[in-house]
């Protein structure tokens, strides 16, 4: 069992820049594949990044394609989400999540707020 505790969310203008943190419990975390997602009022849960936990190869949708990089630090327990160029759209509450087979996510984080305005 692993708990995820996201940090690092707020309030910018949009072009600024934030960083996002998600530290995990447990003994076990270089063994999980890791993600963002984001979700915005009205709107369904969106994928925004993901790490693996071996490789570290990256996915992005196009979206966030060159502005967002996702990076973990095992000895930290932690993985990181890097948001540059930050647009209005962006606005949503992000979640980290944790998976250990690699076909779903099996563990969520309660989410950051963070708000970009214009």
């Known amino acids: 069992q692993v708990q995820l505790v996201e940090s690092g969310g707020g309030l910018v203008q949009a072009g600024d820049s934030l960083r996002l943190s998600c530290a995990a419990s447990g003994r076990t975390f270089s063994s999980y594949n890791m993600g963002w997602f984001r979700q915005a009022p009205g709107k369904e849960r969106e994928f925004v990044a993901a790490?693996?936990?071996?490789?570290?190869?990256?996915t992005y949708p196009d979206s966030v394609k060159g502005r967002f990089t996702i990076s973990r630090d095992n000895a930290k327990n932690t993985v990181y989400l890097q948001m540059n160029s930050l647009k209005p759209e962006d606005t949503a509450v992000y979640y980290c999540a944790a998976s250990l087979s690699g076909a779903g996510y099996d563990y969520w984080g309660q989410g950051t707020q963070v708000t970009v305005s214009s």
């Open positions: 790490i693996s936990r071996s490789e570290y190869s990256t």
